[in-house]
DNA sequence: CTGAAAGCGCTTACAG
DNA sequence: CTGAAAGCGCTTACAG
């Protein structure tokens, strides 16, 4: 019994042709492409097809059920045991709806505190899953250990340096890059660039940050990299605290583009502490897009990472790899783009003055 | 009328279950998660289902025929006019061959020679392409353009930096790190990137090629980049014959990894005329893949792109595009995996000495 | 492009 | 898990 469908009726072809005004025939040869129609009948029939979310169905129906078990492997430390976590927290539970979605059953691995290959494996085994969803780890040796078995393994939100799997994140660097750039845009030349000395995908938005430079020649020493103690709100403070110490006050900087959101949160509390105007004296930028981002005050300008896109190509890329792809068919990376959010924090947009 | 069937029979569960030995309700079962099944029937129903290419059709007639005519734009410099530019004719030759194999009409632009969005535009509303595959190029303000159009757009081997648009790529930055890592493996320190000014896809390569130094913790300056005047087997040579003179030798420098085949052909010419010897004193590494490398004395190391997954997936990510995804679904931009074959230039592997 | 009709391939409910 | 059987949804060939 599949629990959660969207539309209790079954949609059919019937359905289409009715909504779409044309034959039964018609609707079919558009969608099999068996017979030559006409560009504004054929665009009409397709329109009508996905706003009913036949095309959806068919393709689901499609993709044959070669996941039933999907066995999910975070790293203790990212579980969201605390409420500050909450790109964790929305990442997990857009995956568990849409493996609920899909009625796929997902299965949290419980082991020791650091990740083991070997026990991952067994514990897939032990409740027949076929596919394992690695969440942000990138410990090339877990990874090359997993992918020896005889499963299929997906990265969500990490970066495999020897592509071993198959990987799911955000565009990190493009995300990056679009931040600083809008920043440019607006006539800030030295922004500062808070983060921390993370995983990888972290470091690809340090990398960003500096692709905005170069792309306008501008000197990338304008800008500047300060790394916090980690990504929690009082080390964004504390090491702001003491780049306000040490350079007797912002040093000429104009705007703060954060790694996280968290960061963000963090520095809007310490510069306001300060005595400084958001955005007027110095704009803030975050990186996540979660909730208490709209909730700061002022409300904050960020990079919404596409969580529940990140989630449905996650389980999309197990089902490929389980039925079509083989095993031989190279390893891909996927990244998904991220969207800028203009609140109050980074200032109004040159666009829309 | 379809042209290209792999197999004349239609394949249908009938044959998947005769095949595995089980009834013809168990496959169904099997296939739409329809009843619980053991583990060990399962999995054997799918492998023979697998193996008679049934999923692989079923996928097929799920995605729907959204996707009729492909028009093809390729600036016109890239186009395999010189028997020099295999990499252009080997993933162009894949892409009409899977064009082919789907029964997709494939339309290529002829236009000024500069690539131009209105033109393209027009020419793929004049032969009412749905999709637009536009190769080698990343000029942000043409994919700018043409995303802004209502048609749905891939670039193929190419870096859009503002993400406007979907993208395919084989993953330059990790199939350089792998090169340049195996050379590493090897006891090389001293590496020398032979590669040119080129467009953002290859720059990657550069980032790879840090990355291996930087994951070994060893100075980055170990590894020196030279760039040569273009792409050409000749430019290779002129470029390393100054290195040498101005050098006085190598320098010290053990192994050459190179940017493209094209530059390894050149690089091994030179090296030899100069009198080392391959991979004695100085190994050599390319990278694309494409034949003239079997064919080199000694026989070219190098990084081999999978041309024809970059193909299928270009086709897929615009069916997909069409069909279930969206316009507002964020862009996605992905990366095959890459893979090091090794042949005599690189000299022999640790790995099997 | 329509519309009625035949037919195919798969699904599904059920007794064993 | 099997096997025979009913039935559903889509495809397809054809006259208009």
New interface residues.
């Given amino acids: 019994m599949t629990l959660d469908r969207r539309s209790e009726r079954k949609i059919g072809i019937k359905d289409i042709s009715r909504e779409a005004g044309v034959a039964l025939s018609t609707v079919s040869h ?4 068996t017979a030559p129609i006409s ?1 504004e009948v054929r665009g009409r029939v ?1 329109e009508v ?2 706003r009913l979310g036949y ?2 169905k ?9 996941l ?1 078990t999907l066995y999910l492997a975070v790293p203790p430390g990212n579980l969201p045991h605390n409420d500050i976590n909450l790109v964790s927290w929305t990442l997990l539970t857009a995956l568990s709806r849409e493996c609920e979605r899909r ?1 796929i059953r997902i299965v949290a691995h419980a082991g020791s505190p650091e990740l083991n290959a070997a026990e991952i494996i067994a514990g897939a085994r032990a409740v ?1 899953a076929e596919g394992v969803a690695l969440v942000f780890d990138d410990n090339p040796k877990l990874l090359r250990a997993l992918a020896a078995a005889d499963l299929a393994v997906v990265l969500l939100n990490g970066e495999d ?1 020897t ?1 071993s799997v198959d990987t799911v994140a955000p ?1 990190n660097r ?1 995300g990056a ?2 931040a600083t750039e809008w920043l440019l845009a607006q006539g800030h030349r030295r922004i500062l660039h808070l983060t921390w000395q993370g995983r990888s995908t972290i470091m690809r938005r340090v ?1 960003g940050f500096h ?1 905005a430079y170069a ?1 306008r020649d501008l000197p990338r020493e304008l800008g500047e990299v300060l790394y916090a103690g980690g990504y929690e709100p009082d080390q964004a403070r504390q090491a702001l605290r003491n780049f306000v110490t040490e350079r007797g006050g912002l040093d000429g900087f104009t705007a703060v583009f954060c790694a996280a959101d968290n960061l963000a949160i963090g520095a809007l509390m310490e510069l306001q502490a300060q005595g400084f105007a958001i955005p007027k004296d110095i704009a803030v930028v975050g990186f996540d897009g979660v909730a208490p981002g709209a909730l700061t005050v002022p409300s904050l300008t960020t990079v919404r990472v ?1 969580l529940d ?1 990140l989630a449905a ?1 996650t389980v999309q890329i197990l089902e490929n790899r ?3 792809l ?1 095993t031989d ?11 800028l959010i203009e609140r109050e924090s980074g200032g109004i947009s040159a666009s829309s003055r």
Wanted: glycine share 10%.
């Fill in positions: 558009v969608l099999n492409g560009q397709l097809a996905r095309l959806a068919r393709q689901q129906k499609g993709a044959i059920a070669s039933t009625g027949s340096p592509m565009a493009y890059r679009l990398d692709d792309e596409p896109a190509s389980l039925s079509v083989g068919h190279p390893a891909c990376r996927i990244e998904l783009g991220c969207q």
